[in-house]
């Protein structure tokens, strides 16, 4: 609208008690009132550790790095969730194949003790069968076995192991030597 | 003949031996850097093209050679003309355009204090790394890791350190200053109350996304950091920066996502215009209106939250869709609060305007008149105030634009009162654009589920942004983008307002510097992350005044 | 006579204790025309004394602006404190007094910002000259009509020679000038924080903020109690009620005059004297011919 459409009187600017008087005071006690978050609203997420199957598919996805698969044993992967991080984008949600993260509309996070902020699963390693060593985690070897048979053979062999496998499994079928 | 042609004889007449090649709105052309100049010449001035940005690359690791991409806008017409020249490895110097294209100057230091290369014809200053950097530490050169901390000995820089011509007393308005919401340092020369020259120094809170977004990160993760460029008009990054990957890649998203995208767009421009009303008056010390102004973008910020899950930032955006639908029952709503949002936002207008004081102090201020304008190649409500008449939306149309009317709101004065009306304007085509797209809004998916990214495939993506037109210029690699600049549209604002504060009383100084609407955060692009997690700022001017 | 002792002392202990409350008030009334709750009215005092326990900076100028700014609280006290008890004791030559020691008041405050050598306090108080070349001088003028008008420097109680319309136009600009004197929106244009960061005060903190803040807010009440007594003055006879009328109007002149300022916008050095002499010279004149044709 130009400003001619816009009709100027002297005392127009009076209008602004008018609008004040029809809105009231929208001012909200928070927090001894509800706030204002819409059922939309992107929290905190959290992680079912009944599902989670460690496979990193979040780490990968999130943009932050707020989670991040770590050793917190020898061998033994967990999984962090950092909220300080965490920008609530939920992408981990999107990602994960099994469906254990869960978005929640909680914000309300501030606490004075930073341990507070870090969610860990810790997952219980596969063993190799053969050499022993600790690799990936046990749920992972079981969700891959139901969504492809045929790797159950090797689904409990550690890469170096499986990798010797092949090389081997190569070596006796061609013949030679693998140099 | 018809436009592309017309380009192609145009630069082949100048350069005969130019390697051209033309992807759907766009015009790349790789030329020799002697005959770089002239062809800017042709281009800016004989065909009358806006400058859009430059952005170097090092490209050392595909050909050996550092690049630069001038980038020209041909609005009239809706094309990208993109001018490309190599730099020797060892010794990277390229012929300035500044004197012929005055718009380039800031993007022509970008490249010397981030990749190196000089340029020659032209006086050359630090521009957006502080004083103390190591001289030849240049952070976008491959070789040069994200996180590298140099060791420096941070140093103050003294006021008046530009040169010595200018008179009068000098007055700081920045690095904090209760007008201005982001640090940025304005040097004001005054005599009396009149401002008689203005040095800029901005660039405080750079923080180096574009070399994360190529080394850190992965297609879709930047996205999310796209979106924080800006705290006000963050979804248009996202949007520009999909938007550049999927024309790079040539993905073509669903109808229902472009539409959602536009939808969350103006709605953007809505929060955001009004955002700026309120700030304006409230510089006027009418704090009514901003209080008044600010309540009804509440009704806003609830819809954005409500259709995307976040009042800011909203982070819907991914490379082949948008990642959160619309139902009926929201559509519903959406219009509901548009309707209360118009009525009441027409009645506060008008009480703002019948304030004497206010009209007062807004007509006549900080005047850009048209040729320079013109010359500088500004963007947004600061160009349509000045009688130029550009937007991005209506004539390089992206997303769902191309199926929606509205008009675009252009003033010739060029002062303060012009740049108000437009953007009062253009929330009301706002509106209508968005009543426009709910009927329209086409049935089907939101994402494309699978697609393919291949390297080395280039693309400009221009999106009118609340502030003006904001440029992504992409560059594919594997898995990430390898080059990823972006000009933001206060970047190229901000030389203008040499021009609009001169001879200026001070007191309208700060509302002439809010009137193009500054978003610094988009402009700058450092924080130190220390291995903590915590946020470390670069603190480069320590101001003392003596 | 004692009794008029009590009631100085009780006038002159609210004239102190008041002004903070009542821009308590007036920040409510300014919450609620933003659609607001605001803070709470106490939350003026509560905000001097937060001042006064802060540590104490010596601003750029040195020690002598720290004894300025005690001279300009004390002087802005003395004024009310003269000026309720000059009424109280019916002192003949009140008016020339209240002129004298609020001239002082403006000298001093427009005064010490010079001292710092921070340019946005000289921008502020350059200002704040120009605003009170217009203002200040019209203020004295428009008394020293009055006292020419009414043929006496002091109070005539309760007399209906003042019900005459020269008179009556003179004391309606004297509210106008109340109200550009405050110091509020649109004519706070030393101060004005977002073009000048402070403007005239920005070196003080601390203790020397609250002492000047405490004196901005005794001058408000000070100048609304002058207007507020001449226009109580033909409908009242008795010194004492003249003063409860006037403190009771000067209260709700408070409240309005923050109401208007909540309305309006910031005004610009050089705009301002100009549309405030738009108001004065006319009324002035009118009333000047209006005397002189025998009204």
Redesign the interface.
Known sequence: ???KD?R??????????V??GR?????R?YPYEEP???S???GKIDIDETKCIGCGACV?????NALELINTRDGYISLRY?V??C?????CI?VCPTGAIKGTREFELATDDISDLYDIIVHEPNRCRECGKLFSTKRMGDYVVTKSPLVENYVDLDPDCRRNRFLKAIENRFGGRVG | MDIISKYIDTIKAVEPKADIHVSDDTVYATVSSSKLRDLAKAIYWDMNCFFRTCAGSDERSINGFYALYHIFGDDNNGLNIVLKVYADPNNPTLPSIVDIVPAADWCEMEARDLLGIEFSGRKQYRLILPPYWPKDLYPLRKEVSYDVKPQVIISSEKVGFWDKTSAGVAIPIGPYHPALHEPEYFELYVEGESVVDVRYRGFHIHRGIEKLGESKLTYQQVNFVAERICGICGFEHSVCYAQAIEKAAGIEIPERAKFIRSIVLEVERIHSHLLWIGVAVHLLGYDTGFMHTWRIREHVMIIAEMLTGSRKTYGINLIGGVRKDINEEKKQRVLDVLKIVEKEFTELVKTMVDVPQIMKRLKGTGILPREDARKLSVVGPTARGSGLDRDVRRDLPYAAYGYVDFNVPVYDDGDNLSRFLVRVDEVYESISIIRQLLDQLPQGPVMIEEFDIPEGRMAVSVVEAPRGEDIHFVITGRGKPYRWKVRAPTYQNIPALRVMLRDQPLADAPLTIASIDPCFSCTDRVFIVDKNGYKKRLDPILYRWR | MIEYLVFSIVFIALSLLIPPLMDGIERKIRARVHSRIGPPITQTWYDLLKLFEKELVIPEGGLHIIILSLLYVMLAILTIVFTVSMVLMGYHYVLIVIITLFLFVQAIFTTIPFITSNPFAIIGASREVILALVNEVFFVIILGLYMYFTGSPGLLLGSTSLLRASVILLVITLFVSAYVASGRIPFDIAEAEPELASGALIEFSGPILGIFMYSNFIKRLFVKLVPSMLILLPFINNRLYLLIGSFVMAIILWMLYGLIAALLGRTRVDIAPTSILKIYIPFITVSILLYLTGY
Do not use: E, H, K, Q
């Open positions: 609208m130009s400003l816009m100027r009187s002297r005392l127009g600017f009076l209008r602004a008690l609008i004040a809105s009231g005071r929208v001012t006690r204002l978050v819409t939309d609203f992107r990968n996805a999130c943009p932050p950092f300080g991080r920008i609530f984008c939920w992408r999107d």
